[in-house]
């Protein structure tokens, strides 16, 4: 699970940020030992518009892509530099060559990881690894600075991970063992290293927009997680009852003979056997009808595929970030999704959700409930030189009184934008030639 993320220099993100999802009263005393540490299962980010929301979970996104390798890299002019594609922050003409640094917080197996690194246009600064076991104890898995490596004391008959593996400049540890054989590295760095990566790997996912990928995704999961989001999408009031599967005819004619061999054979074979398309059945006045993933409104679409992750996280676990979680969502909807990871019944893997949103009301109750507490509520704001700043409301007095929706509007908390009202009417007033005024249409 994630108890804490760190970022700095990244976007509008100059000074380091921390986000945190432990209890407001265990953060004063640094994180506690991990087999007493109750992480929190959601943090919701609001801010303004370009107050740095998107920059905090980006910053994140990139964390994953430089850990799984996944990533381009671009060259220089004359094609002779790789380069990282990190976004420092631009505002200001030091930051752009200082490193722009990404650290997490973990807790897996009953141990806390903290793994991060630091990384230039051209080259990983530096990389570290400490592991913390249940009852507190620190041990060093292994510290780097630029091409120099050094491992803990836990380290002993076998070889050091950089004796055997060749790690380039711009590369990170953490990304060249997954490429190693596992069998020739059974020493504890090699195990902590897989751990954390396995994390970024499987347990990390983002939810950004519907994709495009959609359709065939459907068609690939798990009938009982698709009667689960057709159950979903038809509370939703999105007029779904019910869902069809339709094979293709080369799909069709493929599985029939694959099943003739055997009733597991099928589940064995190339997943093309088992294509087709997936149509929601919609009620109307008389009977239900399939409709095409196409013909559904942009709204229903974003509710099943929001949906599908959701449920795919609760699932198996581990931490979905969504940014703009209310994208074509009603406040009401957004408020049930989020209670699902609060509660225990429906949430037994302990899944978190990290979100961004502009809808005040679910800083406030929806249908009598509080969707969130003070400690899940995160705020974003940008100061006079264009920097961000990160805050939890729980850092406010007043943060657990009534209307607290109404507080942030009036800007108590902060985090609201700051409109010029004549300024932004003059902009939008029309120009030209053929702009006319009211009083041109007073005229006689």
């Known amino acids: 699970m994630l108890l804490g993320f760190r970022v700095a220099n990244h976007r509008s993100l ?26 929190l299962h959601v ?11 998107t920059a905090l979970v980006d910053a994140l996104s990139f964390m994953a892509r430089m850990v799984s390798g996944h990533y381009d890299q671009r060259s220089d002019l004359f094609g002779e530099i790789e380069q990282i594609p990190r976004e420092p ?77 060749n790690v380039e400049h711009n590369v990170l540890l953490i990304g060249v063992l997954a490429n190693a054989q596992p069998a020739a590295f059974r020493s504890s760095a090699a195990e902590a290293l897989r751990e954390v990566r396995k994390w ?13 990928e959609l359709s065939r995704t459907l068609t690939r999961i798990e009938p009982r997680l ?59 006045r008389t009977d239900t009808y399939p409709l095409d993933l196409s013909a559904e409104s942009s709204g229903t679409r974003a509710i099943l595929s929001l949906g599908l992750a959701v449920l795919q996280a609760l699932e198996h676990g581990g931490t979905l970030v969504v940014d703009e979680f209310d994208t074509s969502l009603h406040s009401s909807l ?12 429906n949430n037994p893997y302990g899944a978190q959700l990290v979100f961004t949103s502009h809808d005040t009301n679910l800083l406030g109750r929806i249908h009598g409930h509080e969707v969130l507490a003070s400690d899940e509520i995160w705020l974003t704001e940008k100061d006079s030189s264009g920097a961000t700043s990160l805050y939890p409301v729980s850092s406010f007095e007043s943060a657990d009184e009534e209307n607290r929706d ?27 030639p053929q702009a006319r005024s009211p009083r041109d249409e007073e005229t006689p």
């Open 406 to 432: 109404r507080r942030y509007l009036v800007g108590r908390y902060g985090g609201v934008p700051h409109l010029d009202e004549a300024a932004f009417l003059e902009a939008l007033r029309p120009r030209g």
């Open 43 to 53: 943090a919701g980010i609001f801010g303004a518009n370009a107050s740095g929301k």
């Open 89 to 165: 922050f631009l505002l200001d003409p030091v930051h752009a060559d200082e490193p722009s640094s990404f650290t997490v917080d973990l807790l897996l197996g009953g141990h806390r990881y903290t793994y991060g690194f630091g990384v230039t246009g051209t080259e990983v600064v530096e990389e570290w690894l400490y592991l913390y076991t249940p009852d507190g104890t620190e041990e060093v898995v292994f510290e780097r600075e630029g091409q120099s490596f050094s491992y803990g004391t836990a380290e002993t008959d076998a070889p050091e991970l950089t004796d055997v593996l």
């Open 14 to 39: 100059r000074d380091e940020q921390e986000l945190l999802l432990l209890p407001a009263d265990e953060e004063h005393d640094g994180y506690p030992v991990p087999s007493r540490t109750k992480p």
């Open 334 to 345: 957004s408020g049930a999704l989020i209670k699902l990871f609060n509660t225990p019944e």
């Open 226 to 284: 698709l009667e689960r989001l057709s159950s979903l999408a038809a509370s939703a009031d999105t007029g779904i009852d019910g869902y069809e599967f339709t094979r293709n005819e080369v799909a069709e004619r493929q599985l029939t003979l694959l099943e003739s061999y055997g009733s597991e054979a099928a589940d064995l074979l190339p997943g093309s056997a088992r294509t087709g398309r997936v149509h929601f059945r919609h009620r109307g």
């Open 200 to 212: 970024f790997l499987r347990r990390l996912s983002n939810w950004g927009q519907v994709s495009p």
